[in-house]
C-alpha cells in the first residue's frame, strides 16, 4: 500500500523557519519525481516546488530564495527547508510522488497535507 505521510507542521512565526518531511512507503521512491503542493483557503492548490529523480530542483517564484527541497532516497523521505515564512506562505503543504511511464501514462500519489500558519 502506497503512503505519503507529511510532519512538520504548525505555528510559525512571520521570519521564521520549518523544516516540512514526507515520508513515502509502498512504492519505489528513488525513481519517483517529487514535489511539494500547497492550498491556502480559497485558493487553487500551487506548486511550490519539485525534484527529479536525478536530484534536480525547480521552484515557484514565490519562494525562490528561501525554499529548499531536497530528498533523501536512503531514508524514503522528501523534504522542504522553508526560511523567511510570510503569512502568504499559510496553506496546508502536501506531497506529492509522481513518474511517467514509457507510454508516457503519469502515476500519481498524495499525501494528506500538513497545516503551515504564519502568523505573530
Known amino acids: 500500500q502506497v503512503q505519503l505521510v507529511e510532519s512538520g507542521g504548525g505555528l510559525v512565526q512571520p521570519g521564521g523557519s520549518r523544516r516540512l518531511s514526507c515520508a513515502g512507503s509502498?512504492?519505489?521512491?528513488?525513481?519517483?519525481?517529487m514535489g511539494w503542493y500547497r492550498q491556502a483557503p480559497g485558493k487553487q492548490r500551487e506548486l511550490v516546488a519539485i525534484?527529479?529523480?536525478?536530484?534536480?530542483?525547480n521552484y515557484a517564484d514565490s519562494v525562490k530564495g528561501r525554499f529548499t527541497i531536497s530528498r533523501d532516497n536512503a531514508k524514503n523521505t522528501l523534504y522542504l527547508q522553508m526560511t523567511t515564512l510570510k503569512p502568504e506562505d499559510t496553506a496546508v503543504y502536501s506531497c506529492?510522488?509522481?513518474?511517467?511511464?514509457?507510454?508516457?501514462?503519469?502515476?500519481?500519489?498524495w499525501g494528506q497535507g500538513t497545516q503551515v500558519t504564519v502568523s505573530s
Open positions: 525534484i527529479t529523480n536525478g536530484g534536480n530542483a
Open positions: 509502498g512504492f519505489l521512491f528513488r525513481i519517483y519525481g
Open positions: 506529492n510522488a509522481f513518474v511517467t511511464d514509457y507510454f508516457r501514462s503519469r502515476t500519481d500519489y
